[in-house]
């Protein structure tokens, strides 16, 4: 709670989606409040905030640390890739006696000269959990007990009386927040779509993967019955039928989307834009150009892996111009990262994909070349395994930020120690917004969770018995990236068998663990895919749990 001395803090405060009612019980303010009424600048958004704001007379500090805004918060740009493998950028140096990656990612890797190269950034081992992780500021396990096995539930949704990044940065940070791209945060109730968890737009696909041309979902979508000729397309909150005659590859109309948010953006306020590539995550699609780039590689789907991350390199650097283009890079916060590692199971040829009798789907390879249907095509080396994999290649993914707003004695550095997790951001993207991480509405449990059936066992994201959310796990990395100071994380809850804690992580014994191999510079480089840890390993497990309880 604030008091009227130290006031440089804004107020969210969320009327329920269902009911009436104003809740201010923590402001000092009450009358402030009410009298500050407002409605949403999106007026397709069937919600109202209220804002509470003080401004102190003496505005040197706010109540929680110091954020109190003196100028326009940074823009932030941030960029999640889908299954980017640890060796899959053109950044990553290689000694002298192994052959050079042939990726090629020149913007990827200039914005990197230009910024900051984080070397111990970990996300979960597979999509969901670390988008979840992201949007909430808890590690997955604290969004959804589920999360603390391998694939989470069906529902996949960040519970809907926790606050989102995009509801702090929209609705307390004066933000407009835009996504494009992959969402894979749930899409069972309407209440679960981006543009009901904070962002202002949404351009993309809800599920896991489609097919880059016709939009239809596939089989890793993860429909019960993969006969289902499902379009998952859209835009804000209905089906983007202006895309439905459409022969362009899905991830240009993700550019030409971000390019026009962009050119339309008004200045006078900050910009959140989230980039959610579905690349390189399968099905294997790119644009001929692209794959005539690596039409030379051995591997059919290798190259096309390949293809995929070059596109959306010029994506990013087509964006970065934009951004240049209108004076807004100069105070621009860009963040890379990707939800896990790449696939490192062994090499597939890749085979036609007409599967089912729909002309859409006969498009994709008829007219457009080659689809792959196959996890194939990542490289981690020298990382150990790869997606699905607790190992480092699942779990530490390539991560870097980048942009006019980084100190210039921070440029060209790089991080190579220090632990970061992707529900960090959620927490410095707050404090850099002038808000404080801490989830009102989840703690003072607002929300009447009143949707769907009680009784159904997949509704364990919305338990009525549940009095206050678990808090915010992230930790503010802004001052680790603008002095170069200790990272305030030192440990990071896995999952129920795996906890890591600086350069230790602990495997319960008898985990298993998926994709455990050792990899190599060249691809194909792993020929294994589920395997249990060694015996000599779990011999070893067995000594140190031994050892500790003597």
Known sequence: PTTATTSCYKYSVFENLRTSGLYCSDLSNEATCKSSYIHLINGSRHRKVHMCEWVSSKCTQSP?????????????????????????????KRPSNVPPNQIKTPHIDALVRDGIDI?????????TPSRASFLSGRVPTHVLDSYSHACGDEVGSVPLNMTTVADKLSYEGGYMSHFVGKWDNGARYWEMMPTQR?????LGILSKATYSYSHLSTPAAGFEDSSLEL????????????????TIHQELHFRDRLMEIVHKHDTSRPLYLHYASRHPHVPLQATPAYVNMYKNVSSTARGMYMAMITMVDDIIGDVVQALKGKDMWKNTLMIFTSDNGGFVDRDHACAPEVTFS????????SNFGTTCLVETGGNNWPLRGGKYSLFEGGIRVNTFVSGGFIPYGMRGTSIPKNIMHVSDWYTTMSRLANVHEFDYK???????RSMGNVNDPNYQWARPEDKVVPPVDGLDLWPTLS??????RREIFVDKNVFLKGKWKFFKHSTTVPGNANGGPLYPNE????????KKAMTFATSITTFVKK
Not at 70 to 91: H, K, S, V
Not at 119 to 127: G, K, L, P, T, V
Not at 358 to 365: G, Q, T, V
């Open 231 to 246: 379009v998952d397309f859209w835009e804000n909150e209905s089906p983007a039928y202006s895309f439905a005659n459409s």
């Open 119 to 127: 070397q111990r950034h970990y996300s979960h081992h597979i999509c």
């Open 358 to 365: 729909n002309d859409m789907l006969a498009r994709e390879s």
């Open 442 to 448: 989840g703690n003072e449990s607002i929300i009447k």
């Open 198 to 202: 904070g962002y202002d737009s949404f």
């Open 483 to 488: 002095t170069g100071a200790a990272s305030p």
């Open 64 to 92: 929680f640390g110091e954020y109190c805004p003196d100028a326009m918060p940074p823009n932030i740009f941030f960029t999640m890739m889908d299954d980017l493998g640890w060796d899959n950028t053109g950044y990553r």
């Open 527 to 534: 020929t294994t895919f589920f395997d249990a840890m060694s």
